[in-house]
């Protein structure tokens, strides 16, 4: 079937909206057109058993088994029903039109009812029927042939796909929350599958591909395409999860559709509802929401976390609350495959995220332990930077990670950072916040998916060739280099003592001296040493000891009294006395400095060569030393571009008010 042919199907399907307009927003028509395909579609699946399925349903009738298992037998499929109504007959009849389609949708099994379910179908036959539409639409897709050896099942997911495409494309406000955009789809699906392209062509070849945040599964339609592309002998099983009750609907319908098992796209939160607990996959890939935050389910994620440790999913640490990034990658991390002794087996995945999870998080930090354990575990095989403006519903810069647990001998302790930022050709028409399009190299467009997949093949002998023309698209990087050693520069405590009315006021509002039962007399002995001055601690102390005692009070002990009184007293000064705690100069926090060291070098000859030439009392703490692991990206890829020069950008001003001028001059003439 050619792509003219889909063409035709889906604008059958969706020129059912002409019967919509006027009750329906544009936005909505997908509510009604996607759930009737799928109904459709089910029905001319099941047509040629059932009378298998009837005479199933009349021999076990009255007797109290399950019959699930022989219905399924006798459909052939994973799904059945058990009515003898059909979208004909009941369209025939419009008077009860409502209520045979509501019987005839409670006749399918509880897998195909339950998709129906969350596309909040009865709904919408409540609002088409008392529009007196309802008849109309079900007769419109009564001549929608959709039969399977009319419309094979992969050609049925294309239409529903384009389906899919449109519903998205109308529904432009809120599109991206449920429709990654085909081209990036397709360029994320080459750089996972590529480099496994001789492997996927032998012959009777199994493969399994996982989306934790599947949306509507136009991923994992792709990586099915792009695996049989490559063989079309193989089989490709694929599975998901998603939260969204819509967007599950159509992930699973287009399942249904293409006679893959429905069952393998769950509903529920993969964080707190791990659909697919203890399986694992060949390839996972996703675009999770960006920033979202997972408080909803904070309970369960500390639980695991805390409670299983490395055993669970969390085990390396816990992001910010307010984006849940990371925790999606460590979920995909804890499905890849183990690597066997001979190194077959592994997994590959595939993620988009935006640029927090580069940098997000101080050493130690959650997201900077995340980082670390991916990065120390030699998984990290490449970050690709995207344009802007890709996605429907942000213009912000997004990029793709790409993992593996059996990276090939020039990868190995290797990451590959590879700019495709300037990569896009501007759209026609902008959708949303998308405004920007990656070429395919059809229909005379630049071939920028093709350019890219290229480079991403080549990165480790195009980053070493300084001729190459792309050379400066390229890095490569030991895992180690992005870790770094976060130290923490003290300077000694100086002081000078004195007693001033400011000095004297906070000496008489510190707690220790307030509790004294004399307080007042303590603080009035004191103010007799107003003005006086002492270059070291003991100086001041023997001087405000004898005024004390002189005023006929106690000198108090006590260490909180002691420092209230070195506290109120000293007075920061670069001259001062250095303060020492048993023996050792006391840091002053207020000049306390923080540097990072590149992981592997040795802090103390950092600390000679950058800070003690500039601070020569400085030290390093060294118990406060911490690990920390981070990606500029961009910075690796900055490069200077010197200011214009001040001749130039006056001479622009001067004609700029020239222009002006004669603008103003036009009006008032």
Known sequence: MNSSKHTELANHAW????????????????????????????????????????????????????????LRKASGHSFYNKSDLTLKKIAADPQNAAKNLQIYVGAFSDNAREVLDKYEFNQQVRKLDSANLLYQVIGRFTDLDLHPDVVPNHNMGYI?????????????????????????????????????????????????????????????SAAEDHILALNPDATVEVYGQELNPESWAICRSDLMIKGQDPENIRFGNSFSDDGHARRKFDYILANPPFGVEWKKVKEEVEYEHKSLGDAGRFGAGLPRINDGSLLFLQHMISKMKPVDVSGGGGSRIAIVFNGSPLFTGAAESGESNIRRWILENDWLEAIVALPDQLFYNTGISTYFWILTNRKDADHKGKVVLLDARDQWQKMRKSLGDKRKELGDGTRGRPDHIGD???????????????????????????????????????????????????????????????????????????????????????????????????????????????????E?????????????????????????????VPLGEDVEDYLKREVLPHVPNAWIDHTKTKIGYEIPFTRHFYVYKPPRPLAEIDAELKSLEAEIQALLGEVTA
Not at 19 to 35: A, E, F, M, W
Not at 37 to 54: D, G, H, I, N
Not at 513 to 518: D, I, N, S, T
Not at 577 to 596: F, H, I, M, W
């Open 160 to 220: 529903f796909e384009e389906l899919i495409r449109r519903f998205a494309e109308q529904s432009n406000e809120t599109a991206g929350e449920h429709f990654t955009p085909r081209e990036v789809i397709k360029l994320m699906v080459n750089l996972l599958v590529a480099p496994d392209a001789d492997a996927l062509s032998l012959p009777g070849v199994v493969r399994t591909v996982m989306d934790p945040a599947c949306g509507t599964g136009g991923m994992l």
């Open 452 to 566: 890219i997949t290229r480079l991403y093949a080549e990165a480790a002998q195009v980053a070493k060739d300084p001729e190459h023309p792309l050379h400066g698209k390229v890095k490569v990087f030991a895992n180690q280099d992005f870790g770094y050693q976060r130290i923490t520069v003290e300077r000694p405590l100086k002081l000078r003592f004195e007693v001033t009315e400011e000095t004297l006021a906070a000496l008489a509002e510190a707690k220790p001296v307030a509790k004294l039962e004399r307080n007042e007399e303590f603080v009035a002995a004191v103010r007799t040493l107003l003005g006086s001055s002492w270059p070291t601690k003991s100086d001041a102390f023997i001087a405000l000891k004898d005024a004390v005692v002189s005023a006929g009070l106690t000198w108090p002990s006590g260490a909180p009294f002691v420092k209230a009184v070195r």
């Open 568 to 596: 109120t007293i000293g007075v920061r000064d670069p001259e001062g006395e250095v303060q020492k705690v048993k023996g050792a100069a006391e840091p002053d926090g207020d000049l306390r400095d923080y540097e990072n």
């Open 15 to 70: 020129s059912v909206a002409d019967l919509l307009r006027g009750d329906y927003r544009q936005s909505d028509y997908g509510k009604v057109i996607l759930p009737f395909t799928v109904l459709r579609r089910l029905e001319c699946v099941l047509e040629p058993t059932r009378e298998k399925v009837a005479e199933t349903v009349d021999r076990f009738a009255g007797q109290e088994i399950d019959t699930d298992h022989f």
